[in-house]
């Protein structure tokens, strides 16, 4: 079971970062509630699978398979996104092709308003809030399945609110 469980490369990421994590403990003095959050972190990454670094394997797959491969697994996520579901195949492609994976830790700040917009964010997991610096207590909680930072991306305009992370978001 040990060589098994040695041979998953997400397992042997997740504790080659926690070692890291170790080592680089005792040599700064970091202060507790920043070792938990990293840890937390990795945590994160290793419950979701995501421990090991997938784009180096796709990388070494021909460029036609690593684009079929990925096309697959994005559209998925571009699939079920409302703003899209009216253009065309050839523009989903486009858009799929050209995500970026990003993960934020809860209380990260995604979008702040005011500062220009040249990406919108597509929430797979997890969940934000959107506020106005005006009027934070009137805030909206975003899910799986929608998207931030289309209005400053379209409109050439600057962000018109913050968007922080409640969750861990993918």
Do not use: C
């Not at 040990?2 to 997400?10: E, G, K, S, T, V």
């Not at 492609?93 to 990260?108: C, E, F, R, V």
Request: glycine letters at 6%.
């Amino acid at each position: 079971a040990n060589i098994l469980a040695n041979r998953d490369p997400a397992r042997m990421a997740f504790q080659k970062n926690i070692d890291q994590l170790k080592v680089f403990v005792r040599n700064r003095n970091l202060p507790i509630h920043l070792q938990h959050r990293i840890r937390d972190y990795y945590a994160y990454l290793w419950k979701k699978r995501l421990g090991y670094d997938e784009s180096s394997f796709l990388d070494r797959l021909p460029s036609g398979l690593k684009n079929d491969v990925e096309l697959y697994l994005k559209r998925q996520i571009v699939d079920k996104i409302p703003l899209f579901k009216e253009t065309g195949e050839d523009f989903l492609n486009a858009i799929a092709l050209n995500l970026k994976p990003a993960i934020y830790t809860p209380g990260d700040l995604i979008v702040r308003q005011g500062d220009d917009g040249h990406e919108m964010f597509l929430i797979v997991k997890g969940n934000v809030k959107v506020y106005k610096n005006e009027s934070p207590e009137s805030e909206l909680v975003l899910n799986e399945g929608s998207f931030v930072g289309e209005i400053a991306l379209l409109q050439n305009v600057p962000r018109n609110a913050n968007v922080q992370a409640n969750t861990y978001v993918d």
